[in-house]
C-alpha cells in the first residue's frame, strides 16, 4: 500500500544549519497494517508524515501510495488519497462554518467541488445519525460554528470529517497529544474503531509509549531519520514499556558510541 524507497530529506542543504531529517529510509506498509511510529524530537516521525501527504518532496527516492507513484504529486492532489489528523485540535476544521458544512466540505476532499457542495437535506440527517454515535451531543448542533466547540469535540470532528470519504492512508500527527487523558482516551477509541471498521492503512505518530504499544499491528522507532526498531504481532503485543525504554535507551547509546567512534 505505501511504499518508500530510499528516501532522503535535507532541510537547509548546504548551510550551518543543515539537518538530515529522513536518511536513506526505506519502508513498506501494507494494506490494512496499524503502524505506531515512536522516536525523539527530530526524529523525523512528523517529516515522515509530510513526505507521504506531499508537503514535502523528497530529495532522493521514490513515494507510492497503493501502487501510484505519488513522489512529485503535490498535496492537494494527494488529498484523494490521504486523511490527516494533527496535534492541534483547530488545524482540521474550519471555525466559522458550521459543523454539517465542514462535515460537507470534508466529503468533497479530493474531488471538485464546484458551487453545489451544499448541505442538502439527506446529507443533514446522514450527518444526524453518523454524529449520534460519538456521543457527544453534536448530532444537535449541526447548524453551530465550530468555533463553538472545545478541544476534544472539534479534535473527535476533524477525525469524523478525515474518515467521511474513506481514504487509502490515515495519518495521525500526535492526535491526541493536546487533549486531557479522559478526551484522549475516547478520542483513541474511536480511531481504532474507524480504523478497524474501514480497514484503513494507518501511521500513527505518538510520544506515549504505551499507546504506541497498545494500538496497531505494528510500531517502528525513528531515530536520526532511520527505522532503528521494528516490531510486530505477539512480539509488539508482547513488549511493555520498561523493555521499549530500554530499546530506546540502546539505541541512542549506540548512536552515541558511533559519534564518539568519527
Not at 161 to 170: A, H, N, R
Not at 211 to 231: K, P, S, W
Request: aromatic fraction near 4%.
Amino acid at each position: 500500500m505505501i511504499r518508500l524507497d530510499h528516501i532522503t530529506k535535507v532541510f537547509n542543504q548546504g548551510t550551518a544549519d543543515e539537518k538530515v531529517a529522513i536518511d536513506d529510509l526505506s519502508l513498506h506498509i501494507p494494506s490494512g497494517d496499524f503502524v505506531t511510529v515512536i522516536g525523539s524530537n527530530g526524529a523525523g516521525k512528523t517529516t515522515l508524515l509530510n513526505l507521504i501527504s506531499g508537503t514535502y518532496f523528497p530529495d532522493n527516492g521514490a513515494i507510492t501510495i497503493d501502487g501510484t507513484d505519488v513522489t512529485r504529486i503535490p498535496e492537494h492532489k494527494r488529498a484523494k488519497y490521504i486523511g490527516r489528523v494533527f496535534q492541534d485540535p483547530l488545524i482540521g476544521t474550519a471555525a466559522s462554518m458550521s459543523i454539517e458544512e465542514n462535515l460537507a466540505m470534508a466529503e468533497k476532499r479530493g474531488q471538485k467541488r464546484g458551487l453545489r457542495w451544499g448541505v442538502t437535506k439527506a446529507k443533514r440527517e446522514r450527518y444526524r445519525e453518523v454524529l449520534k454515535r460519538l456521543e457527544l451531543g453534536l448530532e444537535d448542533r449541526l447548524r453551530d460554528p465550530v468555533g463553538l466547540l472545545s478541544g476534544g469535540q472539534r479534535q473527535t470532528l476533524t477525525l469524523l470529517m478525515v474518515t467521511l470519504s474513506i481514504p487509502k492512508v490515515l495519518l495521525l500527527d500526535e492526535h491526541t497529544a493536546a487533549l486531557d487523558p479522559k478526551t484522549a482516551h475516547k478520542v483513541l477509541q474511536l480511531s481504532r474503531e474507524m480504523i478497524e471498521n474501514y480497514r484503513l492503512t494507518t501511521i500513527m505518530v505518538t510520544h506515549n509509549m504505551q499507546q504506541a504499544i497498545e494500538y496497531g499491528n505494528r510500531m517502528i522507532m525513528l531515530h536520526e531519520g532511520r527505522v532503528r526498531f521494528d516490531v510486530t504481532g505477539e512480539r509488539k503485543r508482547n513488549l511493555t514499556v520498561d523493555a521499549l525504554v530500554k530499546s530506546f535507551g540502546a539505541v541512542l547509546k549506540d548512536e552515541t558510541l558511533l559519534t564518539a567512534a568519527q
